[in-house]
Protein backbone atom coordinates (compact mmCIF):
# COMPACT_ATOMS: atom_id res chain seq x y z
CA UNK A 1 0.00 0.00 0.00
CA UNK A 2 1.36 3.13 -1.06
CA UNK A 3 1.12 6.01 1.74
CA UNK A 4 1.59 10.02 0.46
CA UNK A 5 2.67 12.45 2.94
CA UNK A 6 4.65 15.82 3.24
CA UNK A 7 7.97 15.70 3.13
CA UNK A 8 9.82 16.74 6.88
CA UNK A 9 13.21 17.48 7.10
CA UNK A 10 14.12 13.75 8.74
CA UNK A 11 13.09 12.76 4.63
CA UNK A 12 16.69 14.43 3.70
CA UNK A 13 19.05 11.98 2.72
CA UNK A 14 16.60 9.25 1.98
CA UNK A 15 14.94 11.67 -0.72
CA UNK A 16 18.41 12.80 -1.68
CA UNK A 17 19.71 9.58 -2.74
CA UNK A 18 16.23 8.61 -4.08
CA UNK A 19 16.73 11.60 -6.77
CA UNK A 20 20.27 11.00 -6.91
CA UNK A 21 19.03 7.56 -8.59
CA UNK A 22 16.87 9.77 -10.77
CA UNK A 23 18.78 12.62 -11.60
CA UNK A 24 22.13 12.01 -11.11
CA UNK A 25 25.01 13.62 -8.80
CA UNK A 26 27.36 12.90 -6.09
CA UNK A 27 27.10 9.98 -3.98
CA UNK A 28 27.44 11.92 -0.74
CA UNK A 29 24.66 14.38 0.04
CA UNK A 30 25.65 17.91 0.00
CA UNK A 31 24.21 19.41 3.49
CA UNK A 32 20.72 20.61 3.67
CA UNK A 33 20.52 24.05 3.33
CA UNK A 34 17.51 26.88 4.18
CA UNK A 35 16.71 26.87 0.66
CA UNK A 36 17.05 23.33 -0.12
CA UNK A 37 12.82 23.73 0.33
CA UNK A 38 12.51 27.14 0.31
CA UNK A 39 9.04 28.43 -2.00
CA UNK A 40 8.12 24.76 -2.20
CA UNK A 41 6.47 22.56 -1.17
CA UNK A 42 6.84 18.40 -1.19
CA UNK A 43 5.45 15.12 -0.85
CA UNK A 44 7.19 12.02 0.32
CA UNK A 45 5.50 8.24 -0.88
CA UNK A 46 6.41 5.54 1.48
CA UNK A 47 5.31 1.43 0.76
CA UNK A 48 5.74 -1.13 2.93
CA UNK A 49 9.91 -1.14 1.78
CA UNK A 50 10.07 2.18 3.03
CA UNK A 51 10.39 5.10 0.77
CA UNK A 52 9.09 5.00 -2.85
CA UNK A 53 8.96 8.22 -4.29
CA UNK A 54 9.39 12.31 -4.41
CA UNK A 55 7.84 15.43 -5.34
CA UNK A 56 8.01 19.11 -4.94
CA UNK A 57 5.56 21.96 -6.00
CA UNK A 58 7.24 25.16 -6.19
CA UNK A 59 5.39 28.37 -5.68
CA UNK A 60 5.46 30.37 -9.03
CA UNK A 61 3.58 33.05 -10.82
CA UNK A 62 3.11 32.47 -14.31
CA UNK A 63 2.39 35.81 -17.08
CA UNK A 64 -0.81 34.93 -18.77
CA UNK A 65 -2.45 37.94 -20.48
CA UNK A 66 -0.03 40.03 -18.78
CA UNK A 67 -1.39 39.00 -15.07
CA UNK A 68 0.71 36.71 -13.07
CA UNK A 69 -1.03 33.69 -12.48
CA UNK A 70 -0.60 31.59 -9.42
CA UNK A 71 1.15 28.37 -10.49
CA UNK A 72 2.60 25.56 -8.80
CA UNK A 73 6.00 24.51 -10.40
CA UNK A 74 6.10 20.62 -10.63
CA UNK A 75 9.68 19.29 -10.33
CA UNK A 76 12.45 16.47 -9.46
CA UNK A 77 9.30 13.48 -9.55
CA UNK A 78 11.48 10.28 -8.51
CA UNK A 79 10.35 7.02 -7.78
CA UNK A 80 12.53 4.07 -6.76
CA UNK A 81 13.58 1.28 -9.36
CA UNK A 82 11.41 -1.14 -7.42
CA UNK A 83 8.05 0.84 -7.33
CA UNK A 84 8.09 2.08 -10.73
CA UNK A 85 5.24 0.56 -12.77
CA UNK A 86 3.06 0.57 -9.95
CA UNK A 87 1.25 3.56 -9.67
CA UNK A 88 3.40 5.59 -7.61
CA UNK A 89 3.59 8.53 -9.55
CA UNK A 90 0.39 8.36 -10.08
CA UNK A 91 -0.62 9.02 -6.59
CA UNK A 92 1.92 11.93 -5.82
CA UNK A 93 0.64 13.88 -8.63
CA UNK A 94 -3.49 12.97 -7.58
CA UNK A 95 -2.06 14.37 -4.25
CA UNK A 96 0.29 17.38 -5.63
CA UNK A 97 -3.26 18.86 -7.15
CA UNK A 98 -5.32 18.21 -3.97
CA UNK A 99 -2.35 19.81 -2.51
CA UNK A 100 -2.42 22.75 -4.88
CA UNK A 101 -5.83 23.68 -5.03
CA UNK A 102 -5.74 24.18 -1.23
CA UNK A 103 -2.84 26.67 -1.98
CA UNK A 104 -4.88 28.31 -4.59
CA UNK A 105 -2.37 27.61 -7.20
CA UNK A 106 -4.79 27.81 -10.57
CA UNK A 107 -2.68 26.11 -12.80
CA UNK A 108 0.63 23.83 -12.62
CA UNK A 109 3.52 23.70 -15.10
CA UNK A 110 6.32 21.07 -15.38
CA UNK A 111 9.15 19.91 -17.48
CA UNK A 112 8.71 16.01 -18.72
CA UNK A 113 11.09 13.58 -18.45
CA UNK A 114 8.40 11.00 -19.36
CA UNK A 115 5.33 12.27 -20.79
CA UNK A 116 2.36 9.13 -20.44
CA UNK A 117 1.65 9.78 -16.48
CA UNK A 118 1.45 13.35 -16.88
CA UNK A 119 -0.88 13.34 -19.42
CA UNK A 120 -2.89 10.70 -18.13
CA UNK A 121 -3.30 13.20 -14.81
CA UNK A 122 -4.44 16.10 -17.32
CA UNK A 123 -0.80 17.81 -17.91
CA UNK A 124 -0.21 18.99 -21.58
CA UNK A 125 2.11 20.35 -24.08
CA UNK A 126 1.62 24.29 -24.42
CA UNK A 127 5.68 25.70 -24.53
CA UNK A 128 9.15 25.92 -25.02
CA UNK A 129 12.25 26.91 -22.93
CA UNK A 130 14.99 27.49 -25.42
CA UNK A 131 18.13 28.67 -25.82
CA UNK A 132 20.42 29.80 -28.53
CA UNK A 133 23.74 30.17 -30.39
CA UNK A 134 25.02 33.26 -30.31
CA UNK A 135 28.59 33.71 -32.33
CA UNK A 136 29.91 36.76 -30.85
CA UNK A 137 32.83 38.24 -33.47
CA UNK A 138 29.40 38.36 -35.68
CA UNK A 139 28.20 40.91 -32.91
CA UNK A 140 31.00 43.45 -34.46
CA UNK A 141 28.29 44.78 -37.17
CA UNK A 142 26.49 45.83 -34.35
CA UNK A 143 25.40 49.20 -34.32
CA UNK A 144 26.76 51.86 -32.19
CA UNK A 145 24.94 53.39 -29.00
CA UNK A 146 25.25 56.04 -27.43
CA UNK A 147 23.71 54.67 -24.43
CA UNK A 148 25.71 53.75 -21.34
CA UNK A 149 26.66 50.13 -19.61
CA UNK A 150 27.98 49.72 -16.37
CA UNK A 151 28.12 46.45 -13.22
CA UNK A 152 25.41 46.20 -11.40
CA UNK A 153 25.47 46.52 -7.38
CA UNK A 154 23.42 45.31 -4.84
CA UNK A 155 21.82 49.04 -5.36
CA UNK A 156 20.16 47.83 -8.45
CA UNK A 157 18.08 44.75 -8.00
CA UNK A 158 14.72 46.29 -7.63
CA UNK A 159 15.46 48.37 -10.27
CA UNK A 160 16.76 44.90 -13.06
CA UNK A 161 13.98 42.90 -11.60
CA UNK A 162 11.20 45.79 -13.02
CA UNK A 163 13.17 46.09 -15.80
CA UNK A 164 12.21 41.90 -16.25
CA UNK A 165 8.49 42.20 -15.32
CA UNK A 166 8.38 45.04 -18.47
CA UNK A 167 9.52 42.69 -20.51
CA UNK A 168 8.01 38.72 -19.21
CA UNK A 169 4.69 40.31 -18.49
CA UNK A 170 4.09 41.03 -22.68
CA UNK A 171 4.81 37.04 -22.87
CA UNK A 172 2.42 34.46 -22.16
CA UNK A 173 4.44 31.47 -19.98
CA UNK A 174 7.24 33.59 -18.32
CA UNK A 175 7.66 33.95 -14.41
CA UNK A 176 7.43 37.15 -12.57
CA UNK A 177 10.38 36.03 -10.25
CA UNK A 178 8.44 37.52 -7.52
CA UNK A 179 7.58 34.36 -5.10
CA UNK A 180 9.75 33.05 -1.90
CA UNK A 181 10.77 31.15 -4.62
CA UNK A 182 13.74 33.29 -5.86
CA UNK A 183 16.06 35.23 -4.10
CA UNK A 184 16.75 38.31 -6.26
CA UNK A 185 20.53 39.28 -4.65
CA UNK A 186 21.91 35.96 -6.67
CA UNK A 187 22.18 37.18 -9.52
CA UNK A 188 25.06 39.73 -8.26
CA UNK A 189 26.60 35.82 -7.54
CA UNK A 190 26.95 35.74 -11.66
CA UNK A 191 30.34 36.37 -13.74
CA UNK A 192 28.68 39.41 -15.77
CA UNK A 193 26.43 41.54 -14.68
CA UNK A 194 25.83 44.62 -16.68
CA UNK A 195 22.84 47.17 -16.32
CA UNK A 196 21.88 50.20 -19.15
CA UNK A 197 20.96 53.66 -16.33
CA UNK A 198 18.04 55.46 -17.83
CA UNK A 199 16.10 58.32 -16.71
CA UNK A 200 13.75 56.73 -14.70
CA UNK A 201 15.70 53.46 -13.39
CA UNK A 202 17.01 51.22 -15.79
CA UNK A 203 16.30 50.64 -19.31
CA UNK A 204 18.12 46.92 -19.63
CA UNK A 205 20.64 44.74 -18.80
CA UNK A 206 22.42 41.88 -19.33
CA UNK A 207 23.51 38.50 -17.01
CA UNK A 208 25.51 36.06 -18.31
CA UNK A 209 28.11 33.30 -16.41
CA UNK A 210 31.80 32.39 -17.91
CA UNK A 211 31.95 28.65 -17.34
CA UNK A 212 35.06 26.95 -18.48
CA UNK A 213 35.36 26.33 -22.30
CA UNK A 214 34.77 29.15 -25.34
CA UNK A 215 31.38 29.35 -24.53
CA UNK A 216 29.35 32.48 -22.32
CA UNK A 217 25.93 31.27 -20.83
CA UNK A 218 23.84 34.18 -21.16
CA UNK A 219 21.18 33.97 -18.60
CA UNK A 220 18.65 37.43 -19.54
CA UNK A 221 19.29 39.95 -22.35
CA UNK A 222 16.39 42.52 -21.54
CA UNK A 223 16.22 45.93 -23.14
CA UNK A 224 13.27 48.65 -23.41
CA UNK A 225 14.42 50.08 -26.73
CA UNK A 226 17.12 49.45 -29.99
CA UNK A 227 19.84 51.73 -28.70
CA UNK A 228 19.85 49.84 -25.55
CA UNK A 229 19.67 46.09 -26.87
CA UNK A 230 22.66 47.65 -29.47
CA UNK A 231 24.79 48.67 -26.33
CA UNK A 232 24.66 45.33 -24.45
CA UNK A 233 24.46 43.38 -27.48
CA UNK A 234 28.54 45.39 -28.17
CA UNK A 235 28.98 44.91 -24.62
CA UNK A 236 28.11 40.60 -25.13
CA UNK A 237 30.47 40.74 -28.52
CA UNK A 238 33.60 41.99 -26.58
CA UNK A 239 34.00 38.72 -25.34
CA UNK A 240 35.27 37.80 -28.91
CA UNK A 241 38.48 36.06 -28.96
CA UNK A 242 38.86 34.01 -25.61
CA UNK A 243 35.66 33.04 -26.45
CA UNK A 244 33.89 32.09 -29.73
CA UNK A 245 30.28 32.11 -28.54
CA UNK A 246 27.42 32.38 -26.49
CA UNK A 247 24.77 30.19 -25.17
CA UNK A 248 22.02 32.81 -25.02
CA UNK A 249 18.75 32.20 -22.77
CA UNK A 250 15.82 33.72 -24.81
CA UNK A 251 13.44 35.51 -23.31
CA UNK A 252 12.57 38.27 -25.61
CA UNK A 253 12.86 36.07 -29.08
CA UNK A 254 11.45 39.15 -31.45
CA UNK A 255 14.11 41.71 -29.71
CA UNK A 256 17.36 39.36 -30.06
CA UNK A 257 15.90 38.21 -33.53
CA UNK A 258 15.55 41.75 -35.22
CA UNK A 259 18.59 43.55 -33.42
CA UNK A 260 21.22 40.59 -33.82
CA UNK A 261 23.62 41.03 -36.67
CA UNK A 262 23.10 37.87 -38.60
CA UNK A 263 20.65 36.27 -36.46
CA UNK A 264 20.44 33.81 -34.07
CA UNK A 265 20.83 29.63 -34.60
CA UNK A 266 18.60 28.33 -32.83
CA UNK A 267 17.81 25.17 -31.18
CA UNK A 268 20.58 25.45 -29.07
CA UNK A 269 18.45 23.67 -26.30
CA UNK A 270 14.79 23.19 -26.71
CA UNK A 271 12.95 21.73 -23.46
CA UNK A 272 9.08 21.31 -23.83
CA UNK A 273 6.44 22.02 -21.28
CA UNK A 274 3.40 21.03 -20.02
CA UNK A 275 0.49 23.19 -17.96
CA UNK A 276 -2.57 21.94 -16.45
CA UNK A 277 -5.51 23.77 -15.17
CA UNK A 278 -5.58 22.85 -11.33
CA UNK A 279 -9.08 25.23 -10.49
CA UNK A 280 -10.16 26.78 -13.50
CA UNK A 281 -12.72 29.33 -11.72
CA UNK A 282 -9.46 30.77 -9.75
CA UNK A 283 -7.19 30.14 -12.97
CA UNK A 284 -10.12 32.16 -15.34
CA UNK A 285 -10.24 34.85 -12.62
CA UNK A 286 -6.39 35.36 -12.55
CA UNK A 287 -5.86 35.69 -15.74
CA UNK A 288 -5.75 38.60 -17.89
CA UNK A 289 -7.84 38.81 -21.50
CA UNK A 290 -6.49 41.38 -23.81
CA UNK A 291 -7.78 39.33 -27.12
CA UNK A 292 -11.50 40.39 -26.17
CA UNK A 293 -10.83 43.58 -24.01
CA UNK A 294 -12.84 45.66 -26.51
CA UNK A 295 -15.00 42.72 -27.42
CA UNK A 296 -19.42 42.74 -27.12
CA UNK A 297 -20.23 40.25 -23.80
CA UNK A 298 -20.51 36.67 -25.11
CA UNK A 299 -20.66 33.12 -22.75
CA UNK A 300 -19.62 29.74 -23.65
CA UNK A 301 -21.32 26.55 -21.93
CA UNK A 302 -18.14 23.68 -21.08
CA UNK A 303 -18.35 20.21 -19.57
CA UNK A 304 -14.87 19.36 -18.39
CA UNK A 305 -14.05 15.72 -17.77
CA UNK A 306 -11.22 15.55 -15.07
CA UNK A 307 -10.81 12.84 -12.70
CA UNK A 308 -8.27 13.91 -11.02
CA UNK A 309 -9.08 17.39 -10.05
CA UNK A 310 -13.43 16.26 -9.55
CA UNK A 311 -13.51 20.36 -7.95
CA UNK A 312 -13.14 21.03 -11.60
CA UNK A 313 -15.51 18.32 -12.92
CA UNK A 314 -18.77 19.04 -14.83
CA UNK A 315 -20.72 22.14 -16.20
CA UNK A 316 -18.85 25.58 -16.53
CA UNK A 317 -20.33 29.24 -18.12
CA UNK A 318 -17.08 31.23 -19.22
CA UNK A 319 -18.67 34.89 -19.38
CA UNK A 320 -16.92 37.54 -20.80
CA UNK A 321 -18.21 40.93 -19.94
CA UNK A 322 -16.05 44.58 -20.17
CA UNK A 323 -12.71 43.06 -21.24
CA UNK A 324 -13.27 40.29 -17.93
CA UNK A 325 -14.01 36.59 -17.76
CA UNK A 326 -15.22 34.63 -14.81
CA UNK A 327 -16.04 30.87 -14.55
CA UNK A 328 -19.46 30.25 -13.24
CA UNK A 329 -20.73 26.78 -12.15
CA UNK A 330 -23.89 25.55 -14.81
CA UNK A 331 -24.44 25.87 -18.04
CA UNK A 332 -25.81 23.63 -20.82
CA UNK A 333 -22.22 22.08 -21.48
CA UNK A 334 -22.18 22.42 -25.13
CA UNK A 335 -18.41 22.23 -25.34
CA UNK A 336 -16.81 19.21 -23.78
CA UNK A 337 -13.07 19.37 -22.71
CA UNK A 338 -10.82 16.57 -21.44
CA UNK A 339 -8.53 17.56 -18.56
CA UNK A 340 -5.79 17.45 -20.94
CA UNK A 341 -7.58 20.31 -23.38
CA UNK A 342 -7.38 22.76 -20.69
CA UNK A 343 -3.97 23.80 -20.69
CA UNK A 344 -3.15 24.77 -24.38
CA UNK A 345 -7.01 26.22 -24.37
CA UNK A 346 -5.75 28.09 -21.30
CA UNK A 347 -2.38 29.40 -22.43
CA UNK A 348 -3.65 30.18 -25.80
CA UNK A 349 -1.05 27.56 -27.84
CA UNK A 350 -3.79 25.62 -29.46
CA UNK A 351 -7.30 26.65 -31.42
CA UNK A 352 -10.29 24.01 -30.19
CA UNK A 353 -9.87 22.77 -33.71
CA UNK A 354 -6.41 21.49 -33.17
CA UNK A 355 -8.31 20.52 -29.84
CA UNK A 356 -10.89 18.37 -31.58
CA UNK A 357 -8.52 16.67 -34.39
CA UNK A 358 -6.43 15.59 -31.22
CA UNK A 359 -9.36 14.31 -29.39
CA UNK A 360 -9.64 16.34 -26.81
CA UNK A 361 -12.40 18.81 -27.82
CA UNK A 362 -16.09 17.80 -28.78
CA UNK A 363 -19.52 20.34 -29.63
CA UNK A 364 -20.66 22.40 -32.23
CA UNK A 365 -17.70 24.47 -34.36
CA UNK A 366 -19.54 27.90 -33.62
CA UNK A 367 -19.50 27.35 -29.67
CA UNK A 368 -16.02 25.90 -29.22
CA UNK A 369 -14.56 28.83 -31.75
CA UNK A 370 -15.66 31.39 -28.87
CA UNK A 371 -12.77 29.44 -26.21
CA UNK A 372 -10.33 30.83 -29.05
CA UNK A 373 -11.81 34.45 -29.26
CA UNK A 374 -11.33 34.58 -25.58
CA UNK A 375 -7.33 33.66 -25.44
CA UNK A 376 -6.55 34.71 -29.10
CA UNK A 377 -5.14 31.58 -29.74
CA UNK A 378 -2.72 30.64 -31.19
CA UNK A 379 0.53 32.27 -30.04
CA UNK A 380 3.55 30.89 -28.60
CA UNK A 381 4.27 30.45 -25.25
CA UNK A 382 7.72 30.43 -23.45
CA UNK A 383 9.44 30.40 -20.34
CA UNK A 384 12.89 31.14 -19.60
CA UNK A 385 13.15 28.97 -15.88
CA UNK A 386 13.80 25.13 -15.56
CA UNK A 387 12.80 23.90 -12.27
Known sequence: MVVVRPYADEDYEAVYRLRRLAFGGPHEPPPPTVESHGGASALVAHDDSGLAGYLRVWGYRQFFGGRAVPMGGVASVSVAPHARGSGVAGKLLTDALALMHEQGQGISTLYPYVIPPYRRHGWEHVGTMQTALVTLSDLAGTPRSSVSVRPATEADLDAIHACYLRTASTIDGMLDRATSAFTLSRVLELDVVTVSPGPDGLRGYLTAARPDGKRLRVYDLIADDVDTAHALLRQLGSWSGGITDANVRLVDYTLLDLTVPGGLQR?????????????????????GWPAV??????????????????WQAGRWRLIHEDGTVTAEPGGSGEVCLEARALGPWYAGSATA???????????????????????????PVHLAESF
Open 353 to 379: ASLRKAGLLTGPHEAAIALDRLTGAPH
Open 267 to 287: GLEVHDFMLRVVDLPVAVAAR
Open 293 to 310: AESKPFSVDIEITDPHAP
